[in-house]
């Protein structure tokens, strides 16, 4: 494993995978949340911003203990491309800021949890002062769990939700059950844990729910997340040049693909044609709004989606994409491209590094890069920004005052940014018991694999950091391109802000994403896209444009 705040929490692939499962999941929780609520718990549809959020945002105050090797620069994270050397590891807290409570966290964890007494929680537990019990749940299923912990009486002091888990009711059980962590951190409060006051306000904008402040959040780089891939190798020795525009992408795909020696241009590209087509996000609902002349458009009823879909179903059609894609669920995308099946592929960021990782005891020449993406018509893309925080930890509103400040002090030394001491016990354990540095790449141990996993990590983050010891490289170039593809990038009308839709439009858009994959592979029409978006009009999409349109009136945008 190797520090990457930026790719430590799931992909978007998994969040692309998870989709379905927590659709179904939520809608198992909903009998038991629907016993969940409570007088004090604020209001639960909308969003806060503006002079309001500013009443409740932790004051900024940017953390100086440590000098990136490339600053943040249009969105993109931090980038860190040195060696390490323990030697020279700063100290973001000094001393204890728990007072020894006994803090029970749930979270999703992807592996096998490892006991819960062993040397790497007992380590962080004397760094932080208080003892975490984790109480961890496999990620996969977590939805299925989440729905009814949330609805019991007997629900743990803390409970980690990832974005993509707050379909259905889980909002309204954020804001009757969690506790309103403002009175601990809004203003100048928060100075009194210093890495928290170093997360970005963007992200904490993100945290409140209800019109309280309750989440401890895991900051993201806003700029798009998904990479279009290539095999620079592969072009280097063909001589083949980068496309510039949908067209170009088009013409050296047919040169490319050679069926007969089983070599195709690409696999599925559909979120690359998204961005290319400058179609807006569709990671988050909100973010598919955008104030257009005055009227509030929806991103599948701009031009830009039937253009996307389109240039994607013509890729389909004249055969450039492998066979496997198409057929859909067969086989990995990604070991096809390792296997130099397809040449392009998209996946999120992360990638860079895993698969140059992955084969470099496996094939020397194996040469993974990210292709700048392109304005589809050759022009400069318009690419939208994503959500600047996706993970979350509540603190349930019954915990004393004593385990409140004592889960911030956990958070204080889960947020220290790269180049700590801190940072490295989270995210490495303790040196020599699960680590050890070689020619400045910390290497995990079998121990470090079991043990530092997942747990501590998701209680809360720094600014979005990419650092890769072992491959330095990768780390530039990734924050490189976050850089230029940042430039391009525009924040839509409900940028950063939380917002919780009326429940009854919850399902509302649930069926487009199988709509667009069966159209992209021809199994149905363009006018079949645009019978359902005239159907989600019709249904309640018109009725949540005014939804929309009176929060923007009343609300105003997250830069207020």
């Known amino acids: 494993m190797t520090p990457n705040t930026s790719a430590s929490g799931p992909s978007r692939r998994s969040f692309l995978a998870s989709t379905a499962v927590a659709t179904a999941a939520v809608a198992g929780g909903m009998p ?102 984790w109480q961890n749940q496999d990620g996969n299923t977590y939805d299925e769990k ?14 980690v939700i990832p974005g993509w888990n707050m379909g259905g009711k889980i909002p309204s059980a954020i804001i009757s059950k969690m506790a309103d962590l403002g009175p601990y951190l809004s203003g100048d409060k928060v100075k009194e844990y210093p890495n928290l ?46 496309p510039t525009s949908a067209a170009e992408f088009l013409a050296l795909a047919k040169e490319i693909t050679n069926a007969r020696a089983k070599v195709w241009a690409c696999d599925d590209m559909k979120w690359t044609a998204f961005n290319s087509f400058g179609v807006l996000s569709g990671s988050e609902k909100s973010l598919g709004w955008n104030s257009v002349g005055g009227k509030l458009v929806y991103r599948v009823e701009t031009d830009e989606y039937l253009e996307a879909l389109e240039w994607t179903r013509k890729l389909y059609a004249a ?43 496996q094939n020397k020449d194996f040469r993974i890069a990210g292709m700048d993406i392109f304005g589809h018509d050759g022009g400069d893309p318009t690419l939208w920004a994503g959500a600047p925080a996706s993970i979350f930890a509540f603190v349930n509103k019954k915990a004393s005052k004593a385990v409140i400040q004592d889960v911030l002090a956990a958070a204080n030394v889960t947020a220290a940014p790269y180049g700590t001491e801190e940072y490295m016990l989270t995210n490495y354990g303790v040196e020599g018991t699960h680590y050890t540095l070689k020619d400045g790449t910390p290497t995990k141990n079998d121990k470090g694999n079991q043990e530092v996993l997942n747990a501590f990590v998701m209680l809360a983050s720094p600014a979005s950091t990419i650092a890769h010891p072992d491959l330095p490289e990768v780390a530039k ?47 149905k029409k363009i006018s079949d896209m645009q019978q359902a978006v005239s159907d989600w009009k019709s249904q309640g999409g018109d009725k949540l444009r005014d939804w929309y349109g009176k929060l923007l009136d009343d609300s105003g945008s997250a830069q207020g």
């Open 477 to 523: 170039a990734q924050v490189e391109w976050q850089q230029r593809m940042g430039a391009f990038t525009k924040k839509s009308s409900f940028y950063g802000l939380q917002i919780i839709e009326p429940a009854r439009y919850t399902n509302l858009s649930n069926d487009f994403e199988q709509l667009e994959d069966d159209i992209v592979r021809g199994r």
């Open 32 to 133: 038991l949340l629907a016993a969940c609520g409570g007088s004090d718990g604020g209001k639960k549809e909308g969003t806060t911003s503006g002079k309001d959020a500013k009443k409740i945002l932790p004051t900024f105050v940017a953390q100086n203990v440590v000098t990136p090797d490339i600053a943040s620069k249009n969105g993109s994270s931090l980038g860190f491309t040195g060696k390490l050397s323990l030697a020279d590891l700063k100290t973001s807290v000094s001393g204890k800021l728990g007072k020894g409570s006994t803090i029970k966290i749930m979270s999703p964890f992807w592996g096998t949890p490892p006991k819960g007494d062993n040397p790497y929680y007992e380590a962080m537990n004397a760094k932080i002062g208080a003892k975490v019990v």
């Open 146 to 159: 989440l729905g009814a912990v949330l609805a019991s009486s007997d629900m743990p002091d803390v409970v």
């Open 319 to 361: 055969g450039v994409v492998h066979p496997d894609a198409k057929a859909q669920n067969q086989g990995d995308s990604s070991l096809r491209f390792a296997s130099g099946e397809v040449l392009f592929y998209n996946n999120d960021i992360s990638h860079w590094w895993a698969k140059t990782a992955e084969q470099a005891a």
């Open 197 to 242: 006051a170093a997360v970005p306000t963007d992200a904490w904008q993100r945290s409140i729910f209800g019109g309280k402040l309750r989440g401890l959040p895991m900051p993201s780089s806003y700029v798009a997340n998904i990479v279009p891939y290539y095999r620079k190798d592969i072009f280097d020795k063909k001589g083949y040049e980068l």
